[in-house]
């Protein structure tokens, strides 16, 4: 079944509430078997993943991103709207609000981040300068309401996690230019663009980040804001999948031409 659309759900969204006629399907890929849910909205097949998994078992540094990204290209997927909770270390961007990510800095540690590993596997380079589809991110933008706080640009930390940051390491990231910090949008976006296909990040801003906020982070502070403002986020995909076509105006589908061509 060739599905073009997915949407990868983060911390707090787990359901697809905005598809109907849902039906889950396993998909096999050399790097391990993913669930998906297929459904339908505005009358196309639109596939969902909760990065995870449905009940938040599978922590950021064990997630299997390559089996993730690579089941969704075996399904035809052409473009991804993924979902983040993040840390603000920007006072402008705050708890409740939405951040159109345009860039990213990786504080990982040892994650493999691509599907290139040398030999008959081939090496690429990735171009990088635009991290996230601008061509989606544009849409996505337009598809806004005017009620809904959505930043148009951020740049976001990924740390390896699961822990959360010291305050020494957030102001670190504050003057290397960081707006938010999260746990997993390294590798996701890397490997969905070296398969070609566009992806962008709406990210929603959970809590200020350890050392600006005053208190100590919980996770349950994290999950609770998300609750609350999960319905903005939802709206936003939602007009956004019904405003989204399967045309290529962006570089995204020939990022990988490269590949291996170093003799
Ligand atoms: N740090 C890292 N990841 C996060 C945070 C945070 O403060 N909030 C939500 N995800």
Request: hydrophobic share 40%.
């Amino acid at each position: 079944m060739q599905v073009d659309f997915a949407v990868i759900g983060g911390t707090g969204v787990y359901n697809p509430k905005m598809l109907s006629n849902l039906k889950e399907v396993s998909l096999e890929t050399s790097y391990g078997t993913v669930g998906i849910k297929i459904g339908k909205l505005d009358g196309k097949d639109v596939a969902f993943l909760a990065r995870h998994g449905a009940k938040h078992s599978v922590p950021p540094h064990k997630i299997n991103y390559r089996a993730n990204i690579m089941a969704l290209k075996k399904m035809g997927v052409k473009k991804v709207i993924a979902t983040a909770a993040v840390g603000s270390l920007n006072e402008e961007m705050a708890p409740g609000q939405l951040v159109l990510i345009d860039q990213f800095i990786d504080f990982t540690k040892g994650r493999i981040q691509t599907f290139y590993e040398g030999e008959e596997k081939g090496v690429l380079h990735v171009d990088m300068t635009a991290p996230y589809c601008s061509q989606l991110r544009k849409v996505i933008l337009e598809s806004c309401f005017p009620d809904i706080k959505l930043h148009s640009k951020g740049t976001y930390v990924c740390t390896e996690g699961p822990r959360f940051e010291t305050p020494a390491e957030i102001k670190m990231f504050k003057m290397w230019g960081g707006d938010l910090v999260g746990m997993t949008s390294v590798p996701e976006v890397v490997l969905a663009r070296e398969l070609g296909m566009c992806y962008a990040t709406i990210a929603m801003v959970t809590n200020y980040a350890a050392g600006i906020s005053p208190n100590p982070l919980t996770h349950q502070e994290v999950v609770e804001t998300m609750a609350q403002n999960t319905q903005n986020l939802q709206k936003i995909i939602m007009k956004t999948l019904e405003n989204l076509d399967t045309k290529q105006q962006c570089l995204c589908p020939a990022a990988n031409g490269e590949a291996g061509n170093f003799a």
